[in-house]
């Protein structure tokens, strides 16, 4: 039994400590911990939402629709795009899987930014192919260094706007303007799991390129973050047909679960839920952005337009596991070469205050 030489050294995502592990490990009861360490949408999801998935679950029985046609026919009338320029997949996560199946190989390659979203490298690794990584600038993308490493073999380049794990955005005009560059042998991938929450001047609408037919631009973009269904596992991609067409052959026939697209159909009729998480957020950003650099000597951060700030501690992970025994679990950042920073979810008023007064206190 021999599996795939590359496997056997395939590295493996470390994804936020869940809470119920932590308070396992650490004789916690599970209210008692704040976990700040995965992006997640701390209002819980839409109550919309919620009574979508109850009401589908007296039909658990049944095999999704595995098109998601009704929720594919809302999103693509909101998005103003077609039914057919829509994919979905469990969670934004699965789609970037999708795009190896088939644009990645021994032979082909994908451009992507150091600093940036580490599932991209992964999925490189798992079809044994490669990603060449463009140095950061500013925390953020290079895009015109992410132009330059792009080779023949170059299948994909990906963009992750606001970026994880720093938080930055490019402005919507460089990303047009990066668009252009783009040679058509190369799938532009924008990744937009955090869309939602930069103000307007610094949103990109990228999919005016795809109702416009241009066929080498794709976003993704997922229920997991503002709308809060991570548990759900559900996100989606806006693209060209052609390249929706491959996404679908790639995915197995029910790989989006019928709670899952229900409950992400109803949250799309929550104007109220997204706008409360959005505000939650944004004043949740502002106190971590006049506090921080109040404490401790004051704390650097990279500014953020996403659900998350970036924040020099010194010593990430050592900091990480002080503030786990304070029942709050945060990111360490040393898989990201960056192991002086931790990453902090954005999350209530009561839960931002608790994590800075930690954060105080441990690095007295
Ligand atoms: C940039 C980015 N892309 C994709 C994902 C994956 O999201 P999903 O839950 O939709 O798989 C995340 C989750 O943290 C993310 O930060």
Redesign the pocket.
């Known amino acids: 039994m021999t599996p795939n030489p590359w496997i056997e050294n395939l590295p493996v995502y470390e994804p936020g400590r869940p809470i119920e592990e932590v308070a396992r490990e650490l004789g916690f009861n599970l209210d008692e911990i704040i976990k700040v360490a995965?992006?997640e949408n701390e209002l819980g999801p839409s109550p919309k939402a919620v009574a979508a998935m109850t009401a589908a679950a007296r039909e658990m029985h049944r095999y999704p629709d595995g098109g998601c046609f009704y929720l594919k026919t809302k999103l693509a009338a909101r998005l103003g795009t077609g039914a057919g320029n829509l994919a979905f997949?469990?969670?934004?996560?699965?789609l970037?899987e999708f795009l190896g199946h088939i644009f990645l190989s021994p032979q082909t390659n994908m451009v992507v930014s150091d600093g940036s979203?580490a599932?991209y490298r992964l999925v490189a690794a798992l079809f044994n192919s490669r990603a060449i990584v463009a140095p950061m600038k500013n925390f953020g993308h290079d895009l015109d260094a992410m132009i330059a490493a792009i080779t023949p073999e170059t299948r994909l380049i990906v963009v992750?706007n606001p970026?994880?794990p720093t938080g930055t955005a490019l402005a919507p005009d460089a990303l047009d303007r990066f668009i252009e560059k783009v040679p058509p042998h190369v799938l532009a991938v924008f990744?937009e799991?955090?869309f939602e929450y930069p103000p307007d001047a610094m949103r990109a609408d990228l999919l005016k390129h795809v109702r416009a037919g241009r066929e080498n631009v794709l976003l993704?973009r997922?229920?997991?973050?503002i709308y809060g269904l991570?548990g759900l596992?559900?996100?989606y991609a806006i693209g060209h047909e052609r390249i929706i067409a491959a996404l679908n052959r790639v995915r197995q026939p029910f790989n989006v679960g019928a709670m899952s697209a229900a409950a992400a159909a109803a949250a799309l009729d929550d104007d109220a839920h997204l706008a409360d998480s959005s505000r939650v957020n944004f004043a949740g950003l502002r106190f971590f952005e006049k506090n921080l650099p109040q404490i401790a000597g004051g704390l650097e951060y990279v500014p953020s337009f996403a659900n998350f700030i970036l924040v020099k501690t010194g010593r990430g992970r050592e900091v990480f596991n002080t503030l786990q025994k304070r029942k709050i679990i945060v990111r360490p950042m040393d898989g990201y070469k960056l192991p002086d920073w931790i990453r902090i979810t954005i999350g209530t008023e009561a839960q931002n205050t608790a994590v800075l007064a930690a954060l105080r206190e441990v690095l007295a």
């Open positions: 995965s992006n997949g469990a969670g934004s996560n699965e970037i979203f599932v992750c970026n994880n990744d799991a955090y993704l997922t229920f997991s973050k991570a596992r559900i996100g």
